[in-house]
Antibody, heavy 121, light 107 residues
Framework: QVQLQESGPGLVKPSQTLSLTCTVSGGSISSGSYYWSWIRQPAGKGLEWIGRIYTSGSTNYNPSLKSRVTISVDTSKNQFSLKLSSVTAADTAVYYC?????????????WGQGTLVTVSS | DIQMTQSPSSLSASVGDRVTITCRASQSISSYLNWYQQKPGKAPKLLIYAASSLQSGVPSRFSGSGSGTDFTLTISSLQPEDFATYYCQQSYSTPPTFGQGTRLEIK
């Protein structure tokens, strides 16, 4: 059973960089036709896709965040990471990592539990 | 970006009721439509993928239909554990986008 777990600071100051890591267990991050994604959800609001990475290192980002986002992967640690720069209060949200499967459908089948990141001084 | 619009935004129903939630895409997305269930404080859970395929382990009272721009999620007989928020999501084009959610409440 694949499991994902987010980790990182829960509080980030405005203008600084938010950094989160997702650790994948129960399977290799390098196996299969999977993309590894970040999704966020402000309190009481809907879901926003941030971006994804393939284990080759190929990335795609949401155009609305592209200038501030970097997603990277460390296959040796079975982890992938998110960096979001120049954060403001609008970036306060629960951040989820998720596995996106392609082939026979294209959907997010496994999610982490989510981690709340608050942007505040 | 493709806009996904769900209706209704909220819904009150009773245990045993049949419930239908609608999702409309701003352009045709073929069958690239997924449905998720989210309970408070939890991550979304995949219910239906490719418009009508039931994810492994999901009860058969959940079903999905539609193609093009109009889709539905149906729960045939509501159970107490089904009261949650439901989201549709398109995977036809990047960025993948979600509907605003439908909150299903106990009447």
């Amino acid at each position: 059973q694949v499991q994902l777990q987010e980790s990182g600071p829960g509080l980030v100051k405005p203008s600084q960089t938010l950094s989160l890591t997702c650790t994948v267990s129960g399977g290799s991050i390098s196996s299969g036709s999977y993309y590894w994604s970040w999704i966020r959800q402000p309190a009481g609001k809907g879901l926003e896709w941030i971006g994804r990475i393939y284990t080759s290192g190929s990335t795609n980002y949401n155009p609305s965040l592209k200038s501030r986002v970097t997603i990277s992967v460390d296959t040796s640690k079975n982890q992938f990471s998110l960096k979001l720069s120049s954060v403001t209060a609008a970036d306060t949200a629960v951040y989820y990592c998720a596995r996106r499967i392609t082939g026979g459908g294209d959907y997010f089948d496994y999610w982490g539990q989510g981690t709340l990141v608050t942007v505040s001084s | 970006d493709i806009q996904m619009t769900q209706s209704p935004s909220s819904l009150s129903a009773s245990v045993g009721d049949r419930v239908t939630i609608t999702c409309r895409a701003s352009q045709s997305i073929s069958s690239y439509l997924n449905w998720y269930q989210q309970k408070p404080g939890k991550a979304p859970k995949l219910l239906i993928y490719a418009a009508s395929s039931l994810q492994s382990g999901v009860p058969s009272r959940f079903s999905g239909s539609g193609s093009g721009t109009d889709f539905t999620l149906t729960i045939s007989s509501l159970q107490p554990e089904d009261f949650a928020t439901y989201y549709c999501q398109q995977s036809y084009s990047t960025p993948p986008t979600f509907g605003q959610g439908t909150r299903l409440e106990i009447k």
